[in-house]
């Protein structure tokens, strides 16, 4: 079981999020934010720990560069092991056992709004993606969380292990999280090859294709083989994906 004692919010998207806090803070979970979460949690009573303070830097470059730091990192991807404890503590460096964020949205404001790539780089998000990836790859000490869909399902377990999370959960997690930074890394060279003048290039360089499953079905071509019905990552279903199954 993972012990929630540290919790990172920072998310463009803040539904639910209020309730997810107020839930955190019922089991003394310390949370630090910045920038508009901050202030939207503070907005309804919600204390929180600034970033620069945990950090000791003041976010710069036009929030450009406000979570890249040891204390955030190092906090993140620490090992519970000795020497990784004692590394911390000669450093002063607390543990975050949770991290919550969704990235900038960069299909909706750069992709879907035609914005020339000048415009379009300020909704790439670096800090994001690797706050996130970080807890992943710690996924045995620390969970990430990117959707507001996983807020209910996070809380339910968190009440019912009395501020624990179990490591399987974490691990499913953590599968998310590099499927889903994927597919925004994906979103990004999409664009950029469009924006690229180059006379000799008839079709995109690269071609990144995600799918997510929305259905089992009972068997393959075959009854011994498996199948499934898949839809593109992050759109809505159409075509045979849209389909109502109504047996199988």
Known sequence: ????????????????????????????????SSGGTAVHLEKNQISVTPVDRVTGFPEILDGRVKTLNPHIHGALLAKRSREHKKELKVHGIEPIQLVVGNLYPFVAEAVEQKLAMKNAV????????????????????????????????????????????????????????????????????????????????????????????????????????????YRPYMEEASGLAALELLWC
């Open 1 to 32: 079981m993972i012990a929630i004692k540290r919790a990172l919010l920072s998310c463009w998207d803040k539904s639910g999020l209020v309730e997810l806090a107020k839930t955190l803070v019922k089991y003394d979970v310390e949370i630090v």
């Open 122 to 229: 300020e909704y790439i998000d670096i800090g994001g993606p690797t706050m996130l990836r970080a807890a992943a790859k710690n996924n045995r000490n620390a969970i990430a969380l990117f959707h507001k869909d996983q807020y209910g399902e996070f809380i339910d377990l968190l009440k019912k292990n009395d501020g624990k999370i179990p490591e399987a959960y974490s691990l499913r997690r953590a599968r998310e999280i590099f499927f889903y930074t994927s597919w925004y890394d994906g979103q990004v060279q999409a664009y950029m090859g469009t924006q690229i003048d180059d006379a000799e290039e008839k079709a995109p360089q690269y071609v990144s294709t995600f799918m997510e499953k929305i259905q089992d079905v009972r068997y393959g071509e075959n009854p011994h083989q498996h199948a499934a019905v």
